[in-house]
Structures are given as structure tokens and as C-alpha cells.
């Protein structure tokens, strides 16, 4: 997980989804029992991971070759 390292303390913030993606996002919910924050927060992570070239931070030998040669 991208954010391991960090606090888990949770900060409020308010997001817009559409109606398809609510009730998808419910059914989950109801079928598996895990919350749907804890969806959307494993979904940003998986985007901050396939983004992570473009944050701040050191770099590794192979995200810099990947970013000369896209």
C-alpha cells in the first residue's frame, strides 16, 4: 500500500461518484461486508502507485528509465 508508511489517522473529504458506481460500490459493500470508504481508499492508492513517477520522492534506476523512454 502506498500510504503504509504514514499515520492512519483518516482525513474527511468529500467525493462525487456516479449513481452506477454507488450502487456497485453498495453491493460490494453488502456482499463482502467491507466499507466502502475502505474501497475508495484501496482505489486511490492503486492510482497513487500507477502515478508515483509524477510525485515527489526518490526515485529508483527503473522509474527514471521509464519516465525517459514512456
Known amino acids: 500500500m502506498v ?8 482525513v474527511t473529504t468529500t467525493v462525487y461518484i456516479t449513481e452506477e458506481q454507488n ?10 461486508k467491507v466499507p466502502v470508504a475502505e474501497f475508495i481508499r484501496e ?12 510525485l515527489p520522492g526518490q526515485l529508483d534506476l527503473q522509474d527514471l528509465l521509464n519516465k525517459r523512454n514512456p
Open 3 to 10: 500510504l503504509c508508511d504514514m499515520a492512519n489517522k483518516k
Open 23 to 32: 450502487q456497485l460500490l453498495k453491493e460490494l459493500n453488502r456482499r463482502t
Open 43 to 54: 482505489g486511490i492508492d492503486l492510482v497513487l502507485e500507477k502515478h508515483k513517477i509524477n
